[in-house]
């Protein structure tokens, strides 16, 4: 007997629920205008009539009750976007409402629009445009949001957080991301030990130049940050000293910049690398062995010391002559590792700054450079000038545009 009741009652909330559907205002989709995506209109449209059966506040119509229709008038098949023919159309389904849109890749962005014509009175009943970020998987998802907007239902804020076009600081026609690079030319002032070591002579292990070199080289530029008033770079500048005097001296700079404002004031700071040469020795600042201020190397110490102190036991050791310590003479003379171009090979650091503006004319770039390159006990200072040319030009974001 409860059996039977059972079945009664759900034939009942059944009869109920298909009375109250029947009285729901009948509705039909169109296929929608689709627009470089990866979707067909007849499944954009099926997605459309799936969230409608699912917020059920009509009664949707599918696609086997419009065949009929659409296969007796060529204009309902292709095309039929427009108002007029969107109400021609539902006149002829019999139906209250009819849906149609459109789905456009814009770049990396997918504007969603989607409108309901009111058959009757052949008027716009309820329409909705939104913007989503690229994600063509997610169609079905902006499809919900969008209908359940224009309707009045709860949308899920997470979803639509998730889906949101994120509208990102634009970037000017000339900024975006560049690649620009091109060559620099400059000159350098040596400060410190790296001075004395330009001008000492060749026979103490010196370069014998003057301490100012020219500067050649080229600049590797990238920007991965760009906004109407700044950029941010990375830079790679390979460069060669002192051609001009008969020196070969090769180096590789690695720079972070950053640029600011339209008149492309900018600094930037990051290692070098180069190769030095060094040998152990000393300074005579006291002129006790020789001419004032010369440079021995244990090398030079060892045939200077055989010639004047082989019978010195002060000196002499076993045939090695100990080099002058600092307590026997003065403080100066301290044996210590020193720039000597006849020494050991071994990789120099350094670190640079340097600051300055870039001149625009046209797509030609002049940037215009002082510079520090600081390393122990000295460094370069200089100027440096090149030109670029505006070669490439990409979006930050790499998806593709319109």
Request: proline share 2%; net charge neutral.
């Amino acid at each position: 007997m409860k059996t039977k009741f059972f079945f009664i009652a759900i034939l009942m909330n059944l009869g109920f629920a298909q009375a109250q559907n029947e009285n729901l205002p009948s509705i039909a989709v169109a296929n929608p205008n689709v627009n470089a995506v990866g979707i067909k209109q007849e499944t954009a449209a099926k997605m459309m009539r799936l969230e409608l059966i699912k917020i059920n506040k009509h009664k949707v119509y599918d696609e086997f009750d419009m065949a009929d229709v659409l296969k007796a008038k060529e204009e309902f098949r292709t095309l039929c976007y427009g108002q007029n023919c969107l109400a021609k159309l539902g006149t002829e389904l019999k139906v209250d409402y009819i849906m149609c849109g459109s789905i456009d890749g814009l770049g990396n962005k997918i504007a969603l629009t989607i409108k309901i014509v009111d058959v009757k009175n052949q008027t716009i009943y309820k329409s909705n445009v939104k913007e989503f970020d690229n994600q063509e998987q997610e169609i079905q998802r902006m499809i919900e949001i969008v209908i359940k907007e224009m309707l009045g239902v709860p949308v899920d804020k997470v979803l639509l957080e998730r889906l949101s076009f994120k509208n990102q600081v634009i970037t000017s026609n000339n900024v975006g991301k560049i690649n620009n690079s091109g060559p620099r030319i400059g000159l350098a002032y040596l400060t410190g030990s790296v001075n004395e070591f330009a001008i000492r002579s060749t026979d103490q292990g010196g370069l014998g130049i003057a301490p100012v070199v020219s500067m050649i080289g080229y600049q590797l530029e990238g920007q991965y940050v760009g906004t109407e008033n700044f950029s941010a770079l990375v830079e790679g500048i390979v460069n060669v000293s002192g051609l001009e005097q008969g020196q070969f001296i090769p180096s590789l700079t690695i720079m972070n910049g950053f640029r600011f404002g339209k008149s492309g004031w900018e600094f930037a700071f990051g290692p070098g690398f180069s190769v030095k040469s060094t040998s152990n020795g000393f300074f005579d600042t006291q002129n006790l062995f020789g001419e004032d201020n010369r440079y021995f190397s244990e090398y030079d110490w060892q045939e200077y010391a055989y010639e004047n102190f082989k019978d010195d036991p002060q000196f002499n050791t076993n045939g090695y002559y100990i080099m002058p310590k600092a307590t026997e003479f003065n403080s100066s003379y301290k044996n210590e590792t020193h720039l000597d171009k006849r020494g050991a090979k071994a990789l120099n650091t350094t670190f640079v700054f340097a600051a300055g503006r870039t001149f625009k004319a046209g797509s030609l770039n002049i940037p215009v450079n002082l510079f520090y390159s600081s390393q122990k006990g000295g460094g370069y200072v200089g100027l440096n000038v090149g030109f670029n040319v505006l070669k490439s030009k990409k979006t930050i974001n790499q998806k593709n545009r319109y």
